[in-house]
T-cell receptor, first 110, second 115 residues
Framework: DAGVTQSPTHLIKTRGQQVTLRCSPI?????VSWYQQVLGQGPQFIFQ???????GRGNFPDRFSARQFPNYSSELNVNALLLGDSALYLC?????????FGPGTRLTVT | AQTVTQSQPEMSVQEAETVTLSCTYD???????LFWYKQPPSRQMILVIR??????QNATENRFSVNFQKAAKSFSLKISDSQLGDAAMYFC????????????FGTGTRLQVFP
């Protein structure tokens, strides 16, 4: 079975632009969570979606938004990019209480 | 709010030896889950081992085992017979038992394995 997949792998954007990151969960997993990992730190929780509804939100500004589709895939959108948004964005899908992570999208804002 | 602390930024071990990574956490909850994740340079976060707080028995997965001390809020990871492939960042993480998947991570410990 395929694991969690994310696209794109790498992305370079300019300050002020908008970006959309995509995630496909493991087949059968209905919950998707997003994390931001700044270099040298542990991941920080951004959102959780379950059955297309938001179940949790971390301490991130409204420039960050997400949604989940009927097939349980998810998109993370970030508007008005700042240099500080440069990070590895991880998606995880869960079964029961275990989360399985994708390879991440490396976002660089210049 | 829950917090997770990893006080060892870096650790090193000789191949075939044993190493222990430390993790402490703070919570007022009685039911929760604890995890150790491994993140190699490839970036993929890999689940190493989990512990349910209601279980007194320490979890074990092959060469990996934990020492879970609930009263002390301590959750260390022991890696036995270390292999070169164990070199990675190791993150300790906390999850409430409630209706959320939110993981709270520590800052990580970089493990180097020397031949």
């Amino acid at each position: 079975d395929a694991g969690v997949t994310q696209s794109p792998t790498h992305l370079i954007k300019t300050r002020g632009q908008q970006v959309t990151l995509r995630c496909s969960p493991i087949s059968g997993h209905k919950s998707v969570s997003w994390y931001q990992q700044v270099l040298g730190q542990g991941p920080q929780f951004i959102f959780q979606y379950y059955e297309k509804e938001e179940r949790g939100r971390g301490n991130f500004p409204d420039r960050f938004s997400a949604r989940q589709f009927p097939n349980y895939s998810s998109e993370l959108n970030v508007n008005a990019l700042l240099l500080g948004d440069s990070a590895l964005y991880l998606c995880a899908s869960s079964y029961l209480y275990e989360q399985y992570f994708g390879p991440g999208t490396r976002l660089t804002v210049t | 709010a829950q917090t997770v602390t990893q006080s060892q930024p870096e650790m090193s071990v000789q191949e075939a030896e044993t190493v222990t990574l430390s993790c402490t956490y703070d919570t007022s909850e009685s039911d929760y889950y604890l995890f150790w994740y491994k993140q190699p340079p490839s970036r993929q976060m890999i689940l190493v081992i989990r512990q349910e707080a209601y279980k007194q028995q320490n979890a074990t997965e092959n060469r990996f085992s934990v020492n879970f001390q609930k009263a002390a809020k301590s959750f260390s990871l022991k890696i036995s017979d270390s292999q070169l492939g164990d070199a990675a960042m190791y993150f300790c993480a906390y999850r409430s038992a409630g209706n959320t998947d939110k993981l709270i991570f520590g800052t990580g410990t970089r493990l180097q394995v020397f031949p």
